[in-house]
């Protein structure tokens, strides 16, 4: 029986290529088989050409029969080659599942190394320049993610941080608002949006709580909502690159 | 007059020379000089042979005055050469006064970017292989620091999330325990605590929030608390590596 494989679970960050780290990097180049999500981009795959790369998982529905069998993937894989790379979208400590796939591994008994990604919320508050944190403004804050799932409805999930990061907010960030709302945050509370973080389709838009509690209209990509009194412009602040583009796309 | 130069606020990580990403190091390969911080380690700066390092800010005390002066070299060095690095430990949009940096050199017209970098929050989680956020367990995080600042005092600064972590630990997580107990966490909550992670000298600590409360010993560097049900081990996990070393070399 061979030894067996060691996996790595690696974050990718937010998508642009060079925004990976340079361990994930020198990974993905010596990687035997790399299984990863939906959400990693192809020029991230471009960094291991020589790697079988399997797309595992299912952005919607039915996730724990989809866990399960990515879980098994990677013991399997670990027991046919030396080394298995499990790439996740962003950090893999963060909304990644890595929990199950921890287990898996180590009830398999298979030797499995952690590296840690650009979470999303990080990669859009440089790419917007807007601190999440703010000296005497914002000294806090927190990533969170809401679920349709009956279990977690209840409705003290939002929050208490002055600043609040919500992943995956596109389907959910217009009912969260409006409960924020209701919770006592003020109107206007200036929100960032960000469309495709990092990506050549990067959007943001800069609204506020109460303009977002009427609707974010159509996204086009992973969706994050950045919310405080952090997100205040400055005086001197240049307008988001993106942002102007696609105003002029708009009128176009 | 020359054009002026281009600043990049850059996250180096944690303190591993491999955690800063591709891009980074890339532009830290260029940089004509490199303005950091006591956090960044010396395996970092050797990213950059070429540059003129400067040491610049104090870890404790007169914080503002030593951050006017950071803010008057950023746009004195951009009016010099073309390409001037700001790096700082960790990322520069999570607790690293980017707000001020930003605000001094837009309102110079000098071009500024940011580049993110891992939180130590992410490599922490990875090192310990303690996943923030679970399913069923834990779906937020908060990030937060505490103040000794008198306007900091207010007893309501603890985030209400599902985990917490606590930068810049080391003075003020005793006397948090106390208040998170007094707020009605359980005592029995996991709690990890890290030392100067990623770095040849990490340490990782596993308590519970009532030992905390009763004081953590003496820290040896930058220290960062993670508490919460996700903290608690895995049945098959394997004991954290530095943690046994350390045990190993308290009885030695």
């Known amino acids: 029986m061979p030894a067996l494989g060691k996996v790595y679970l690696i974050g990718a960050g937010p998508g642009a290529q060079d925004l ?8 993905l180049a010596q990687a035997d088989v790399v299984l990863h999500d ?4 192809d020029e991230m795959l471009a960094l291991c050409p020589q790697a079988e790369k399997i797309l595992v998982g299912k952005r919607y529905g039915q996730l724990s029969t989809a866990q399960q069998f990515i879980n098994k993937q990677l013991v399997d894989y670990a027991g046919k080659v030396p080394l298995v790379v499990r790439l996740k979208g962003g950090d893999p400590m963060l909304f990644g599942r890595a929990d199950e796939e921890l287990r898996a591994l180590e009830e398999a008994g298979i030797e499995v190394e952690v590296v840690p990604g650009i979470t999303t919320a990080l990669a859009a508050a440089a790419a917007t320049k807007q601190p ?3 000296r005497g403004v914002a000294r806090s ?12 409805s209840d409705h003290h999930a939002i929050p208490d941080t002055d600043t609040l990061v919500q992943y995956m907010g596109g389907r959910e960030a217009t009912a969260t608002a409006a409960r924020m709302l209701a919770q006592g945050r003020r109107p206007d509370t200036p929100v960032v949006v ?16 109460g303009s977002l509690a009427h609707g974010l209209g159509p996204a086009h990509g992973p969706v994050l909502v950045m919310l405080g009194d952090a997100m205040k412009m400055r005086s001197h602040q240049a307008p988001d690159i993106a942002a102007a583009v696609d105003a002029i796309q708009q009128r176009a």
């Open 132 to 134: 999440l944190t703010k």
């Open 141 to 152: 804050v927190a990533f969170f993610t809401s679920s349709t799932a009956p279990e977690h």
């Open 38 to 41: 939906a959400l990693v981009t």
């Open 194 to 209: 960000i469309e495709n973080c990092s990506r050549s389709d990067q959007r943001i838009r800069r609204l506020t709580l």
């Open 20 to 27: 990976i780290t340079l361990r994930g990097a020198r990974l």
